[in-house]
């Protein structure tokens, strides 16, 4: 048995005995807006969406050992998370045609793998827009209402934890690759306070459906996403592209300096900022102390260019999946995420208590 199976198994079996012992969820459900990295399976559902992880070999560690919309191996962040929360074990996505009362009760995910704050990014990608996704959020509360009442409906969304993951897309999918944004923005500091005003906007719009307690991701060190070493040509030893770390530490100190003035405005508002920057680096800084072994590459594949559609049946596989930080090019693997997963509920517990 491979150590892959046997992680996912341990975790398993970890979970299920957490959730089973009756713990106290920390919030009455998650409610998770965004991007792929928490995408629970949306873009199964829209004809347009062109990035799709409903195949084979995503999933390939999930308990179903099957594909279901998730861009990694097995579980993503949005699982882990509620997991750790003592929510639920799996976020289904609130696009799936079944979702039972209790799933609604209990929160669902409304993000879509491709999206960006920047409605342009969505163009390109066919994802449905970070701006867009409150739709989801409004039909959802409708049927809330309808299952526990106006009043409780309420209580759930105020406490309800909020997860909001997106950015990436806006400049790997969009601004380093579309000429014509560049005459825009002709600067990326620019760019990087169109992207926010348009976050913050987001978060105001939550914020007047109910949404109180929210966590805002930042970027990652994009200049060290596989797809973004191999879009450098000469980049044959794949050396993480320093200028586009740079773009992202700076965007991220700017969405440190915005949320708590964000805040601030909005009362009742309890605002976490998500650091996935420093992390992501301490594991490809120090893959050792993680039990990885690859981090400039993807599991799938060749690892340099496949994710989505390029990442399927006829690609080749890595035998360690754990060992690997990314499992396709853009992608963590089931490992990274639950690495983040338990910084970040460190965290988050912290904040709750302050």
């Known amino acids: 048995m491979s150590t892959a199976h046997i992680i996912t198994i341990t975790l398993f079996i970890t979970t299920t005995l957490l959730l089973s012992s009756n713990a106290k969820p920390l919030f009455p459900a998650i409610l998770i807006f965004g991007d792929s990295t928490v995408d629970t399976g949306n873009n199964n559902?829209?004809?347009?969406?062109?990035?799709?992880?409903?195949?084979?070999?995503?999933?390939?560690?999930?308990?179903?050992?099957?594909?279901?919309?998730?861009?990694?191996?097995?579980?993503?962040?949005?699982?882990?998370?509620?997991?750790?929360?003592?929510?639920?074990?799996?976020?289904?996505?609130?696009?799936?045609?079944?979702?039972?009362?209790?799933?609604?009760?209990?929160?669902?995910?409304?993000?879509?793998?491709?999206?960006?704050?920047?409605?342009?990014?969505?163009?390109?990608?066919?994802?449905?827009?970070?701006?867009?996704?409150?739709?989801?959020?409004?039909?959802?509360?409708?049927?809330?209402?309808?299952?526990?009442?106006?009043?409780?409906?309420?209580?759930?969304?105020?406490?309800?934890?909020?997860?909001v993951s997106a950015g990436p897309n806006d400049f790997i999918l969009n601004y380093y690759d579309v000429p014509s944004w560049r005459r825009v923005y002709p600067s990326i500091s620019d760019y990087q306070d169109f992207v926010l005003n348009r976050l913050n906007n987001f978060v105001r719009e939550v914020y007047s459906l109910g949404g109180r307690k929210i966590l805002v991701g930042g970027l990652p060190p994009m200049g060290c996403l596989p797809i973004q070493m191999t879009a450098q040509f000469r980049n044959v030893l794949r050396f993480c592209l320093e200028q586009e770390n740079r773009d992202s530490v700076?965007?991220?100190?700017?969405?440190?300096?915005?949320?708590?003035?964000?805040?601030?405005?909005?009362?009742?508002?309890?605002?976490?900022?998500?650091?996935?920057?420093?992390?992501?680096?301490?594991?490809?800084?120090?893959?050792?102390?993680?039990?990885?072994?690859?981090?400039?590459?993807?599991?799938?594949?060749?690892?340099?260019?496949?994710?989505?559609?390029?990442?399927?049946?006829?690609?080749?596989?890595?035998?360690?999946?754990?060992?690997?930080?990314?499992?396709?090019?853009?992608?963590?693997?089931?490992a990274a995420y639950s690495y983040i997963g338990n910084v970040l509920d460190t965290k988050i517990r912290g904040w709750l208590k302050g």
């Open 45 to 163: 559902y829209p004809s347009q969406t062109i990035f799709r992880a409903k195949h084979v070999p995503y999933g390939i560690d999930f308990p179903s050992h099957s594909p279901n919309g998730r861009f990694s191996n097995g579980k993503i962040f949005s699982d882990i998370i509620a997991t750790k929360l003592n929510i639920k074990q799996f976020v289904p996505p609130f696009l799936q045609p079944n979702l039972t009362d209790q799933d609604i009760v209990t929160g669902v995910c409304f993000a879509s793998a491709g999206a960006g704050y920047d409605d342009q990014t969505s163009l390109i990608t066919q994802a449905i827009p970070v701006s867009e996704q409150p739709n989801m959020f409004k039909s959802y509360i409708a049927r809330l209402k309808s299952i526990v009442g106006d009043k409780k409906a309420m209580k759930i969304i105020n406490n309800a934890f909020v997860v």
């Open 250 to 334: 700076l965007y991220n100190q700017k969405l440190q300096k915005l949320l708590p003035q964000i805040e601030a405005s909005l009362t009742g508002s309890k605002i976490l900022y998500s650091n996935v920057y420093e992390p992501m680096m301490d594991m490809i800084q120090n893959p050792s102390k993680y039990g990885f072994k690859e981090t400039t590459r993807g599991c799938c594949g060749t690892g340099f260019m496949e994710t989505s559609f390029m990442c399927n049946a006829y690609s080749s596989m890595c035998q360690n999946r754990s060992e690997f930080l990314f499992f396709d090019s853009i992608h963590p693997s089931e």
